[in-house]
């Protein structure tokens, strides 16, 4: 199975300041054939389903602001959120999508500071 | 409009089993795999398996082999999951959620466009 991992587990940023969430996945999820990143970003609020943000590891999904931008290749990849507003403070999560079985990291909590 | 309406919440006893559904609308039904996804009070989500409307064919997670099954009516545009031989570590909020891509006709690597609200199943004695 591929591991995702992300950091930090949890960060606090300013309103208007920059927030950035790192994941790594244990294997490449790179494939060469079509040089696609299997990623994808996901938001979740309290209470509330995932809801997709970016795939193809920076592939920003309609309607989306964005504020939200996602970078990164073969096993180390981050998601920025440029400009913290409010209604970002959310659980975020990786996902690969190259591999069977489908697999998220562990999440990263972002708060207001 | 596009949506996933899913079932309510449930409760069981360890040993019984749960079917739960996802009625997909505003979207053609059989051009997306359907996943399962379930994630646990507290903890990140963990995929259990897709099936493919279309065709009915499935793909499930090793670690619900032989414990679950998914099925789909395509008359009525709906999705099923049945997990069997419940344990308390079951208990976790059950989402359905859509393939984001067209897929080939055994295999959807994709990332997951469209969700419902998702269906507490709480096993406790």
């Known amino acids: 199975d591929i591991v995702m991992t992300q950091s930090p587990d949890s960060l606090a940023v300013s309103l208007g300041e920059r927030a950035t969430i790192n994941c790594k996945s244990s294997?490449?999820?790179?494939?060469?054939?079509?040089?696609?990143?299997?990623l994808a970003w996901y938001q979740q609020k309290p209470g509330q389903p995932p809801k997709l943000l970016i795939y193809?590891?920076?592939t920003r999904e309609s309607g989306v602001p964005d504020r939200f931008s996602g970078s990164g290749s073969g096993t180390d990849f981050t998601l920025t959120i440029s400009s913290l507003q409010a209604e970002d403070v959310a659980v975020y999560y990786c996902?690969?999508?190259?591999?069977?079985?489908?697999?998220f990291g562990p999440g990263t909590k972002v708060d207001i500071k | 409009q596009v949506q996933l309406v899913q079932s309510g919440a449930e409760v069981r006893k360890p040993g019984a089993s749960v079917k739960v559904s996802c009625k997909a609308s505003?979207?053609?039904?059989?051009?997306?795999?359907i996943n399962w996804v379930r994630q646990a009070p507290g903890q990140g989500p963990e995929w259990m398996g897709w099936?493919?409307?279309?065709?009915?064919?499935?793909n499930y997670a090793q670690n619900f082999q032989g414990r679950v099954t998914m099925t789909r009516d395509t008359s009525i545009t709906t999705a099923y999951m049945e997990l069997s031989s419940l344990r308390s570590d079951d208990t976790a909020v059950y989402y359905c959620?859509?393939?984001?891509?067209?897929?080939?006709?055994?295999?959807?690597?994709?990332?997951?466009?469209?969700w419902g609200r998702g269906t507490l199943v709480t096993v406790s004695s």
């Open positions: 959620a859509k393939s984001g891509r067209d897929c080939s006709n055994t295999n959807c690597y994709s990332y997951f466009d469209l």
């Open positions: 505003g979207y053609t039904f059989t051009g997306y795999f």
């Open positions: 099936i493919n409307p279309n065709s009915g064919g499935t």
């Open positions: 294997q490449s999820v790179l494939y060469s054939s079509n040089n696609k990143n299997y």
């Open positions: 193809w590891a920076s």
């Open positions: 996902h690969q999508y190259y591999n069977i079985p489908l697999t």
